[in-house]
């Protein structure tokens, strides 16, 4: 009796350890990359083993989330040590690149296995797509260009009766800028420093430097065809606006050597890029007066906005490692709570929720946990941040862009990234010509045409023809490798 007793100890003593190794195993911790302007949140440590608790209890995952610096992570690729999902885009270690070479694992197939997260980012995926296979998750976030006038809508709407839509051309604007001109002699209602306006060069996507371009709008043949600066006629107009604008005073006269815009916050209309529904610049507090976006740029679409941030696997991982982190990001993408965790932290520490859904950062939240958004995982499953407790942001606001994004001109030029080594030494010269006119350019002090005829005349004398052939030769040959 008593050696039976003793067997069934030690089968109970068995059977419960291997039930403690089949709960371990059913556990996955992944290890992750992604990126930090500079040293990682103070609290990420305590947010991460928040959110651990809950991924672990709903779907059997964790993950050691690492915050890098673009240095760091280049020096961890480079040392080959490893992980198993990594923060990729267009800008810093290359999505197209990576995944042509094999780096990143193909989930295509896999995909069909996890419908929720395929359908939270579908239709968008053609951002991630390599050779007809996805090798990226989109972080969707603001994957557009959009460039809007931050306009003083208590002076134009409030005292003034006029109207502020939520489009308008760029020479829809001078209405606005004669009024306030009228009502303040003495002051500009377009106070440009010499960079010009913020983002209104965004009509067409730069291929060789800044001065040889693709308009956004152009179709067929010249949707592909590399012209100089000059010849887009869209951007053109706009500087004719500014040229005329600044005749008539409503740019400042140093505007092409002014370094910075003035500090008093009656500036009736400024630019931003951002995007529908985006509240940043909106609060009273800070500009001295409620502020109305009126987009005049965009909706526009490349290959490169469509990668601002993308999510990858090791190709190196294997498949239940890869199965596990789909199944991390599908609930990064329908799971609001636990989505906000990784974005803002704990509730009631460093965010709270306010009565519309929408979260407000609390100070240690701003203090220990504020980054952008993205290096977390999608902007659009997160909850809308607000600017205060009275200036609420639209919980629905990633709904009305991305329904904006709808009628968006899209590049036809992919991911294209001119090779300028055969024509540095010449590149060079050109961009000094351009420069040495630039910020007269952009201020409105000169007339463009006059200004541009003596550009050209300049360009063509020392080889501009011979990049722009090199460009396009190298574009059509990457178009025929990637259609």
């Given at each position: 009796m008593?050696?039976?007793?003793?067997?069934?100890?030690?089968?109970?003593?068995?059977?419960?350890?291997?039930a403690?190794?089949?709960?371990?195993?059913?556990?996955?911790?992944?290890?992750w990359?992604?990126i930090?302007?500079?040293d990682?949140?103070?609290?990420a440590?305590?947010?991460?083993?928040?959110?651990n608790?809950?991924?672990?209890?709903?779907?059997?995952?964790?993950?050691?989330?690492q915050?890098?610096?673009?240095?760091?992570?280049t020096?961890?690729l480079?040392?080959?040590?490893?992980?198993?999902?990594?923060?990729?885009?267009?800008?810093?270690?290359?999505?197209?690149?990576?995944?042509?070479?094999?780096?990143?694992?193909?989930?295509?197939?896999?995909?069909?296995?996890?419908?929720?997260?395929?359908?939270a980012i579908?239709?968008?995926?053609q951002?991630?797509?390599?050779?007809?296979?996805?090798?990226?998750?989109?972080?969707?976030?603001?994957?557009?260009?959009?460039?809007?006038?931050?306009?003083?809508?208590?002076?134009?709407?409030g005292?003034?009766?006029?109207?502020?839509?939520d489009?308008?051309?760029?020479?829809?604007?001078?209405?606005?800028?004669?009024?306030?001109?009228?009502?303040?002699?003495?002051?500009?209602?377009?106070?440009?420093?010499?960079?010009?306006?913020?983002?209104f060069?965004?009509?067409?996507?730069r291929?060789?430097?800044?001065?040889?371009?693709?308009?956004?709008?152009?179709?067929?043949?010249?949707?592909?065809?590399?012209?100089?600066?000059?010849?887009?006629?869209?951007?053109?107009?706009?500087?004719?606006?500014?040229?005329?604008?600044?005749?008539?005073?409503?740019?400042?006269p140093?505007?092409?050597?002014?370094?910075?815009?003035?500090?008093e916050?009656?500036t009736?209309?400024?630019?931003?890029?951002?995007?529908?529904?985006?509240?940043?610049?909106?609060?009273?507090?800070?500009?001295?007066?409620?502020?109305k976006?009126?987009?005049?740029?965009?909706?526009?679409?490349?290959?490169?906005?469509?990668?601002?941030?993308?999510?990858?696997?090791?190709?190196?991982?294997?498949e239940e490692?890869?199965?596990?982190?789909?199944?991390?990001?599908?609930?990064?993408?329908t799971?609001?709570?636990?989505?906000?965790i990784l974005?803002?932290?704990?509730?009631?520490?460093?965010?709270?929720y306010?009565?519309?859904?929408?979260?407000?950062?609390?100070?240690l939240?701003?203090?220990?946990?504020?980054?952008?958004?993205?290096?977390?995982?999608?902007?659009?499953?997160?909850?809308?941040?607000?600017?205060?407790?009275s200036?609420?942001?639209?919980?629905?606001?990633?709904?009305?862009?991305?329904?904006?994004?709808?009628?968006?001109?899209?590049?036809?030029?992919?991911?294209?990234?001119?090779?300028?080594?055969?024509?540095?030494?010449?590149?060079?010269?050109?961009?000094?010509?351009?420069?040495?006119?630039?910020?007269?350019?952009?201020?409105?002090?000169?007339?463009?045409?006059?200004?541009f005829?003596?550009?050209?005349e300049?360009?063509?004398?020392?080889?501009?023809?011979?990049?722009?052939?090199?460009?396009?030769?190298?574009?059509?040959?990457?178009?025929?490798?990637?259609?």
């Open positions: 008593k050696k039976l007793v003793s067997l069934i100890l030690v089968l109970t003593m068995m059977l419960s350890l291997c403690v190794s089949a709960n371990a195993e059913e556990t996955k911790t992944l290890v990359w992604t930090t302007g500079g990682a949140p103070i609290d440590q305590e947010v991460i083993d928040a959110a608790k809950i991924s672990e209890e709903k779907i059997g995952v964790k993950v050691d989330l915050f890098k610096t673009s240095d760091q992570l020096m961890s480079n040392a080959g040590e490893y992980y198993d999902m990594i923060f990729t885009c267009s800008w810093f270690n290359n999505y197209d690149e990576n995944a042509r070479n094999e780096y990143y694992y193909d989930i295509t197939d896999l995909l069909a296995d996890y419908p929720d997260l395929y359908n579908d239709p968008w995926w951002g991630a797509v390599v050779n007809d296979r996805i090798y990226g998750i989109p972080a969707l976030k603001d994957i557009g260009i959009q460039v809007f006038f931050r306009m003083n809508s208590d002076y134009f709407e005292e003034k009766g006029m109207t502020l839509p489009e308008m051309s760029f020479e829809e604007l001078e209405p606005y800028l004669a009024a306030w001109k009228a009502d303040h002699p003495n002051e500009y209602p377009l106070h440009l420093t010499k960079n010009g306006l913020t983002g060069w965004q009509v067409h996507q291929v060789v430097s800044s001065y040889l371009v693709i308009p956004y709008e152009a179709t067929g043949e010249a949707a592909t065809t590399i012209i100089p600066i000059w010849e887009d006629e869209q951007y053109m107009n706009m500087l004719r606006c500014l040229h005329k604008w600044y005749e008539l005073g409503y740019i400042n140093d505007a092409a050597t002014n370094e910075s815009l003035p500090t916050l009656g009736p209309v400024r630019s931003g890029t951002a995007w529908t529904g985006y509240k940043g610049w909106s609060n009273p507090e800070t500009y001295g007066f409620n502020v976006l009126v987009q005049y740029i965009g909706p526009y679409m490349s290959r490169a906005s469509m990668q601002g941030a993308l999510f990858a696997i090791n190709a190196g991982a294997s490692n890869a199965r596990a982190a789909l199944k991390y990001f599908q609930l990064l993408y799971d609001t709570a636990f989505r906000d974005a803002y932290g704990i509730e009631g520490e460093h965010f709270n306010l009565s519309n859904g929408t979260v407000l950062r609390t100070e939240g701003k203090s220990n946990y504020n980054f952008d958004t993205y290096y977390t995982g999608p902007v659009i499953s997160a909850s809308v941040v607000s600017a205060s407790e200036l609420l942001g639209e919980p629905d606001q990633w709904a009305q862009v991305y329904e904006n994004y709808k009628k968006a001109s899209v590049s036809a030029i992919g991911s294209f990234s001119y090779d300028g080594t055969d024509t540095e030494d010449v590149r060079t010269a050109l961009y000094a010509i351009y420069q040495n006119y630039f910020n007269e350019l952009v201020t409105g002090t000169v007339d463009p045409d006059e200004t005829a003596k550009i050209a300049e360009m063509y004398a020392i080889g501009l023809q011979d990049v722009i052939d090199d460009a396009q030769n190298q574009l059509n040959e990457y178009l025929a490798n990637n259609q």
